[in-house]
């Protein structure tokens, strides 16, 4: 290990020969140990393997010659730009090449030596090439098949070729210190570059080919990393085996509560539930997603098994997303589990002082069964008597390095998460490695497709107003979406306050109300109870309402500017209408030109499917967010698009497990060990 820490050590300025101003501007860049440094890969390559003759060039092209120049001149130039031209040959054909600014060349290129150019060829009369970097071949050692430079993002005060200067010799000097942390017989099987070598091709690639299989090296490495750490615990002997625990058989609350509800649980939320049941009375833990599209009633289904443990005598939790939604929760359960003697209380971040203080205590001593809250939850040191459920809700929020910690704390018994994001069923797997999945494939009966209209012009803007008001005047509710973004230093209040000004005269007949995130928690609470209670009919929203929010008799949402936001928003957006038993709306009001927005649109128009969407959505992608990916652990991945490698996520993820079966939940290599603690930190 001594040695191996020599990796993690802080840039030296002497060691590397650079400034005090570059070694600020690599920290800039996130780099301030060897390893990062040596983990800075290029973020593109200029490929110099192209050599050409002359006699073989056809067009546009960028291509490496080896020539002699037979004629060089500074030819008048009417312009104020020097300029100087040479006539070159390799003996298939002639080439002019021109120099903008650079009169100095006549003196240093000499006729009759042999040169390297690289640059980009033109066809004009001639072939041409215009500022083309160029090399004495004399001085060029072991040319003969070119080289591929490596191109870093960087700032303008660190020069690329000081960059390649700087990682030659971190390569030179520290390459053997990067001890392997893929278990060997994983490099054998899989016929993996070895680390020092990847780094090396990574770097200074000698050819493409070599360069894939680097690239392919650390995008194993990567993935590995998160699937070992994700799935490590599952593995480990004492987790294989079930625990025995208290839990009777009666279910007298969940039968009380279920009397009093308004409606029968859907086949597919029986089935999801009994699944549950089955596992807790047979002693297992559970550890569990529960799939559904927006609107397919988790819900319900976490709140039955929360008062399954609660009557068992334990405590539960919920956690969302965003406090409107914890809020929500709330809202939605308090007045019933009053009725049948169930303490319940909100805990989110705006809950303070000696409020927060007591609720704590209460918590501490199981005074309160159910504890509502944000994601912060887990953040905070909030203990518990006796914890039997933590139910996560908008699971695709919460991602796979928070899950890891929250069971790390060692107070998880039981955890449920909910996703209404229906993610590539191919990456599904990567990311919930380590939960059993169950899926509510049905909605409540009486549901109709959410009708979806993208709205691209004034006139049918204004008919879409008509048309909104016609609905509300007939007693429907009516949502309007802007995009702000949340959390950033960026929202304003101000520019929320002009659309509003702007619906209220469109809709001066009607109550409207606003809802962001920077409002307080109690005008939130607020707000929301009064859109609850109809007495707010349009409710003009930023971006807040995305998730979880249910108000059924609310029918309409129109998504302004829709073309900023990603098909797994406008998905989750829309989903909040159509949650009733009323035909539902949906106006996506963009003005775009662009290709792919316009894609977004029409797949949006054309189908009510998350999982369709999905696919729809991987498929338009290049790279980059995928939907429902966001958070999850696979979208921070550095050496891996999701979109491109599934693949390789399918195979690391075989790996992987196979691996942990073997070691029985142990990361035997020390190095990767190490690297897996960092990365779930
Ligand atoms: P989501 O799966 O998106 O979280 P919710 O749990 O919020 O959905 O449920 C959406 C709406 O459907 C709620 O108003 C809820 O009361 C209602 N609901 C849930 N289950 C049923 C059912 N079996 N029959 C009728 N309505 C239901
Ligand atoms: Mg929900």
């Not at 009380?256 to 539930?273: C, D, G, P, R, S």
């Not at 887990?378 to 890891?404: A, C, M, P, T, Y």
């Not at 894609?599 to 949006?604: D, G, P, Q, S």
């Amino acid at each position: 290990m001594d040695k191996y820490n020599k990796i993690f050590k802080k840039l030296d300025e002497k060691e590397f020969n650079i400034t005090s101003r570059e070694l600020k501007n690599l920290n800039s860049l996130g780099i301030n140990t060897i390893q990062e440094l040596l983990y800075y890969f290029p973020r593109d390559y200029d490929d110099r393997t192209n050599i050409k003759k002359i006699g073989e060039l056809v067009g546009e092209e960028y291509v490496v010659l080896k020539v002699k120049f037979l004629t060089i001149t500074n030819p008048f130039s009417p312009s104020r730009m020097k300029m100087t031209k040479a006539r070159a040959t390799d003996g298939t054909g002639v080439i002019d090449v021109i120099w903008f600014r650079m009169p100095y060349l006549i003196k240093t290129l000499k006729t009759g030596e042999e040169y390297i150019i690289i640059g980009n060829v033109k066809r004009g009369y001639n072939f041409q090439m215009i500022n083309p970097e160029y090399k004495k071949l004399s001085n060029q050692k072991n040319f003969d098949k070119g080289e591929i430079l490596p191109i870093y993002s960087s700032k303008k005060n660190i020069s690329q070729n000081n960059l390649r200067k700087i990682l030659k010799k971190a390569l030179n000097n520290y390459n053997n210190y990067f001890e392997e942390n893929i278990p060997y017989d994983i490099l054998k099987k899989y016929h993996i570059l070895n680390r020092g070598k990847a780094l090396s091709i990574i770097h200074f690639p000698k050819d493409k080919k070599l360069l894939e299989e680097a690239k392919r090296r650390f995008a194993i490495e990567e993935l590995l990393i998160l699937e070992l750490g994700i799935l490590e615990n599952k593995y480990k002997e004492g987790n294989l085996k079930k625990r025995k625990y208290n839990i009777s058989e009666k279910k007298e609350l969940v039968k009380e509560y279920l009397k009093n509800l308004n409606f029968k649980l859907t086949n597919a939320q029986k089935k999801v539930i009994t699944e549950i049941y089955k596992e807790l009375n047979e002693g297992y833990f559970i550890n569990r997603l529960i799939q559904g599209d927006v609107g397919s009633g988790k819900t319900i289904v976490s709140i039955i098994l929360l008062l399954y443990i609660i009557e068992n005598g334990y405590q539960g939790v919920i956690m969302a997303p965003t406090e409107i939604l914890a809020v929500q929760h709330f809202l939605s359960v308090k007045d019933d589990f009053k009725t049948i003697g169930i303490e319940v209380e909100l805990l989110t971040g705006s809950v303070k002082g000696k409020k927060r203080e007591k609720i704590l205590s209460k918590i501490g001593k199981g005074e309160i069964d159910l504890v509502i809250g944000t994601h912060a939850l887990i953040e905070d040191n909030v203990e518990f008597d006796k914890l039997g459920l933590i139910v996560i809700d908008e699971q695709h929020r919460f991602g796979v390095v928070q899950r890891k910690k929250l069971r790390e704390k060692g107070i998880l018994s039981n955890l449920l998460v909910m996703s209404a994001t229906p993610i590539p069923r191919s990456l599904a797997l990567s990311i919930y490695g380590d939960l059993d999945v169950s899926v509510i494939d049905e909605l409540p009966p009486g549901r109709q497709p959410i009708k979806t209209k993208w709205i691209n012009n004034d006139v049918d803007l204004e008919k879409a107003y008509n048309f909104i008001e016609k609905k509300i005047i007939k007693g429907r509710q009516a949502y309007f979406v802007v995009p702000l973004i949340e959390d950033s230093e960026k929202i304003s209040a101000k520019s929320l306050e002009e659309y509003r000004v702007e619906i209220e005269n469109k809709f001066s007949k009607f109550s409207v109300g606003i809802l962001h995130g920077k409002m307080k928690n109690n005008e939130k609470y607020d707000v929301m109870q009064k859109f609850k209670n109809k007495e707010i009919d349009i409710l003009l929203s930023t971006t807040v309402v995305e998730v979880g929010i249910n108000v059924p008799n609310a029918t309409i949402i129109s998504i302004i500017n829709s073309e900023r936001f990603g098909l797994s928003s406008l998905h989750q957006l829309r989903g909040r209408v159509g949650r009733g038993k009323f035909q539902s709306y949906c106006f996506l009001i963009s003005k775009t030109e662009n290709d792919n927005s316009k894609a977004r649109m029409k797949i949006m128009e054309k189908t009510n499917d998350g999982f369709k969407i999905a696919e729809e959505d991987l498929r338009i992608r290049k790279s980059g967010e995928v939907f429902g990916v966001k958070q999850s652990g696979l979208s921070d991945l550095k050496f891996i698009d999701i979109t491109q490698d599934i693949k390789t996520i399918k195979q690391v993820k075989e790996i992987s497990e196979k691996y942990l079966e073997s070691t029985k939940g142990d990361i035997k290599n020390p190095y990767l060990k190490k690297d897996i603690e960092e990365k779930f930190v």
